[in-house]
């Protein structure tokens, strides 16, 4: 008579999102749905900047203002973002020690480009968001940044705006982040819903579509800044760079 192997079950709730591949999965969908909304209300507050340097600075000094509050946003984002790479890398290096050989045939006509490429493609996001957190909130790579001022004594996160993508290769570094980040958002978006239990054959291609729309509305929205700086619609306020 054969006996079934049983490991023990995870007994707690932390345990079994960190042990087990599905709680695993849970944990990157939460994170990646709190991340997703961070970027989704980070382009809505960077649009501000096409009603003008008043709306744009005032947006920045009320966030300021949220002093410690401020940071309390900052260390909850950075802990889902931390969880959700973190967790990426631990199921793909489950999945290639699982599977060495790598996908073959049927799976791999079955799987997007996206799917299958969503570690390289949050990898050098990441180092996108490192690049962009040194250039626009530390202002590391340009210092002389820090001195601007609007006319009401605020910083001038405006003209900063401006002055950053009126180097092209600088927006053109953004347009390629944004438009990988779109791209990693088109699989991960819907493969959100499956993770946390809401897809369904029936579904599946309507919350495909669901997840594109974000995806394009996402690039245009965050894209338009840079272009809109590059091909002169957005100026300093007395005109020009
Ligand atoms: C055209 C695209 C973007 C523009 C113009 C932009 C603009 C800015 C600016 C001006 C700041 C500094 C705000 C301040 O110090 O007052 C900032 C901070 C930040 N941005 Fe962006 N951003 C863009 C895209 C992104 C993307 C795609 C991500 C993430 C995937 C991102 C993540 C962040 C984070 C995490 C911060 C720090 C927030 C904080 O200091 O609390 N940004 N961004």
């Known amino acids: 008579m054969s006996t079934i192997a049983s490991s023990n079950p995870p007994s707690t709730i932390p345990a079994y999102l960190t042990t087990t ?16 909304g961070f970027v989704c209300g980070h382009m809505l507050g960077n649009l501000q900047v096409f009603i003008g340097q008043d709306q744009m600075n005032h947006y920045a000094e009320t966030l300021q203002n949220l002093g410690p509050m401020l940071w309390v946003i900052r260390l909850f984002l950075a802990a ?3 969880t959700h790479i973190w967790l ?6 489950q999945n290639n020690a ?3 050989v790598g996908y073959k045939n049927e799976t791999t006509q079955k799987a997007s480009l996206a799917s299958r490429t969503m570690i390289w ?5 990441l180092t996108f968001v490192a690049y962009h957190l040194l250039h626009y909130t ?3 790579t340009n210092p002389e940044y820090a001195s601007l001022l609007d006319g009401q004594g605020r910083f001038d996160v405006y003209s900063m705006v401006i002055h950053g993508f009126s180097d092209w290769i600088i927006s053109a570094v953004y347009i390629v982040g944004v438009g990988l980040l779109a791209y990693h958002l088109s699989h991960g978006v ?3 819903f499956q993770s946390l239990g809401l897809n369904s054959p029936a579904w599946q291609v309507r919350l495909n579509r669901i997840a594109w729309f974000f995806t394009i ?6 894209a338009s800044i840079p272009t809109a700086v590059l091909t002169g619609c957005l100026t300093l306020p007395g005109g020009g760079y």
């Open 21 to 36: 591949s599905i709680g695993k999965k849970v944990l990157m969908a939460v994170s990646g749905v709190i991340a997703f």
């Open 80 to 82: 889902a973002f931390i």
């Open 88 to 93: 990426g890398i631990l199921l793909k290096l």
């Open 98 to 100: 699982a599977r060495p």
């Open 121 to 125: 493609t949050g990898l050098i996001i």
């Open 138 to 140: 530390a202002r590391l």
């Open 190 to 192: 819907a493969s959100m």
């Open 217 to 222: 509305l996402l690039f245009v929205g965050y």
